[in-house]
């Protein structure tokens, strides 16, 4: 590979010093305006080598003068000392700067001679032209050149890459992804019905009971023969009536005195054993129920495997082989603002969103803006676009993976008023706040059951959960059921937290609001408040419910505020939503942060200035770009 790119290497040397000896053969009115032109743009691609120098040389030795070549020679020193200079001051040259450069030099050459000779109107007027036209010639040359550059280094990558990796390669590891989500789909299908078959309970135990209780104890007494002979005593109804009282769980005092079997000598050992039979069947039947949910929790899990597995295979889509121009013009605008863009690809998302990956670094050291990068994009692919969250405000000589994605048309920005309840320390309550880089703004609010440090554990596990699988890719249905049969799993002592979780497109405004036992939300619209609300168990209850979103378009200066159940039970008012409502269409207000403190101090107004229970108000706001 290194053998390969010293001959690239040479061969561009071997060009470059071919075009440096042709630019000598163009004369204009006895000018050569491309020699410092063209020696501008060496200096701005670093193309500067023996060869270049032999070929100007060569050609100026040859096409021009002596009195010109000397001129001209002069004249490429100072280009080179104006160019290098102006680098190692700012660290950046474009081709327009560069042909100022050039430009201004020659000008002033042409027009120095004034300073020893009368020159006449029309020499003057050359001159300055000649200034012009080196300006413009070195602006296009440096165009020229170096989008013809960028646009062999596309078509040498793109025609390695598909060397690597063929289109039929891409095709197979494709079908090897769905056949392995397929795999996975199909497990998840075999642990929801594995072991479906239902186990006996409640008064269908009555027989096994019977034959347990009736082996142990009459088949080892002594009157068992005369007591199971007698068919009028009807023993065995009696025995069913007393296990009926056993199921029912009846005391075992009631039982005793109830005597179901008066004849019996062994009637009070009988009702102990039924006891501590039946007990152990229901602690069994308790087992399986639990064994059978996990399994329901484990299908769930796979399921959602398979589904994220589905979405993988799908992917984005690669522009690079119909964007060749476009990657041409990042690499190029790139270099004008003293960045060097190398490995740039272009992808497209399912919503034609577009994304660009490149290795970004500083072309002569120093420190460069990010700015100047995302300026380079914007320029060449006419998009507005926005750096990813890990991306270097300032690049160096060392190449570091940039992403950048299509700007979004919403920025969206919140406030929060939180009161912890008055015999705690600890809230009950926990948010999360986090936008994506596909444009999605979240916000994750949950209610621990009670309060105090249990239910602050309980609602900090839902937030964080639902922040890590949305972070990990999980689209928010899968992510809402892998932090269901979470919960389900470790749940302990029945305890539960409701879920608030809103998702919001910032390039549509579109909101998605899933209420998983979370109190009713507003949204604040024109002066005009409206209630969003829904029934579902909290999370951790039930592993197979399915919570269908509310959707609302958002547009701007909407707001969305979310509460927890604190604020609304204890307005002690008829109809609390809608007396919130009026709070909320009542503050006058465009700030987030403002809006959620002012309407704490409403709500506090109801309760005597006390906190029942943790009360949180978490609003959002949605405004245009």
């Known amino acids: 590979m290194s053998e390969k790119q010293n001959w690239k290497e040479t061969i561009g040397k071997v060009v470059y010093a071919l075009l440096g000896g042709m630019c000598s053969m163009l004369c204009v009115m006895g000018y050569y305006p491309l020699v410092p032109a063209f020696y501008a743009v060496c200096c701005l691609g670093q193309k500067r080598s023996l060869l270049l120098y032999i070929g100007l040389f060569t050609g100026m030795g040859l096409c021009m003068p002596v009195g010109s070549s000397v001129k001209y020679l002069f004249l490429i020193f100072i280009v080179g000392i104006g160019v290098r200079f102006y680098l190692w001051a700012n660290r950046r040259c474009s081709g327009w700067m560069a042909g100022m450069i050039a430009g201004l030099a020659t000008a002033a050459m042409n027009c120095s001679g004034m300073a020893l000779t009368v020159m006449d109107k029309s020499e003057l007027i050359l001159g300055l032209s000649e200034g012009l036209l080196v300006f413009g010639a070195t602006v296009l040359l440096n165009y020229l050149l170096q989008m013809a550059s960028e646009l062999g280094k596309c078509f040498s990558v793109q025609g390695t890459a598909a060397q690597e990796e063929s289109p039929v390669q891409e095709q197979y590891d494709r079908v090897r992804m769905d056949a392995f989500a397929e795999a996975v789909d199909g497990l998840s299908v075999a642990f929801a019905t594995m072991g479906r078959e239902k186990s006996p309970s409640g008064y269908e135990n009555l027989d096994v009971l019977e034959q347990e209780i009736t082996g142990k104890l009459c088949a080892t007494c002594d009157g068992c023969a005369i007591c199971w002979e007698r068919k009028e005593n009807g023993l065995s109804e009696k025995i069913r009536n007393m296990l009926k009282a056993v199921v029912d769980h009846s005391p075992k005092e009631e039982i005793l005195v109830q005597n179901y079997m008066e004849d019996c000598p062994r009637y009070s050992g009988m009702v102990e054993e039924a006891i501590w039979a039946f007990s152990r069947m229901e602690l069994n039947e308790a087992w399986y129920r639990r064994l059978q949910e996990n399994r329901r929790v484990i299908a769930g899990q796979l399921d959602a495997m398979s589904d994220l597995m589905q979405g993988w295979s799908k992917g984005r889509r690669c522009l690079d082989k119909e964007s060749r121009v476009v990657l041409a013009k990042i690499g190029f605008e790139a270099k004008e603002r003293g960045l060097v863009a190398e490995q740039v690809h272009i992808y497209e998302d399912e919503h034609h969103r577009k994304s660009i990956t490149a290795m970004v670094a500083s072309k002569w050291g120093g420190g460069i803006p990010s700015r100047n990068y995302i300026r380079a994009l914007e320029k060449a692919t006419g998009l507005s676009l926005r750096l990813g969250k890990e991306a270097r405000s300032i690049f160096t000589k060392e190449s570091v993976a940039v992403t950048a994605y299509e ?3 919403f920025y969206a920005m919140s406030g929060v008023a939180g009161r912890t309840k008055d015999t705690q320390t600890v809230s009950g309550d926990n948010f999360s706040l986090f936008a994506l880089e596909n444009g999605h703004y979240h916000i994750c609010l949950s209610d621990g059951m009670g309060s105090g440090p249990a239910a602050s554990k309980e609602s900090d596990l839902v937030v964080d959960l639902m922040e890590k699988f949305m972070e990990a890719g999980f689209c928010r249905e899968t992510a809402i059921r892998m932090m269901n049969s979470a919960m389900v799993l470790q749940g302990e002592d029945n305890s539960f937290s409701t879920m608030d979780f809103a998702a919001l497109d910032l390039y549509t405004g579109e909101l998605e609001l899933t209420k998983i036992g979370a109190a009713a939300s507003f949204v604040r619209s024109k002066g005009e408040t409206s209630c969003m609300r829904s029934t579902s168990l909290p999370a951790g209850a039930d592993v197979s419910q399915v919570v269908e979103p509310l959707k609302r378009t958002m547009r701007n200066g909407d707001f969305l505020v979310m509460v927890t159940d604190g604020v609304l039970e204890y307005l002690h008012v008829k109809n609390p939503e809608e ?29 005597g200035g006390h906190a029942m229970d943790d009360m949180t108000i978490l609003v959002t706001g949605i405004w245009e770009k």
């Open 407 to 409: 700007d979004t048309r």
């Open 579 to 607: 007396k919130l409502s009026e709070m909320i269409s009542d503050i006058n207000t465009d700030n987030a942060g403002v809006l959620a403190k002012s309407l704490m101090e409403r709500v506090l107004l109801f309760t």
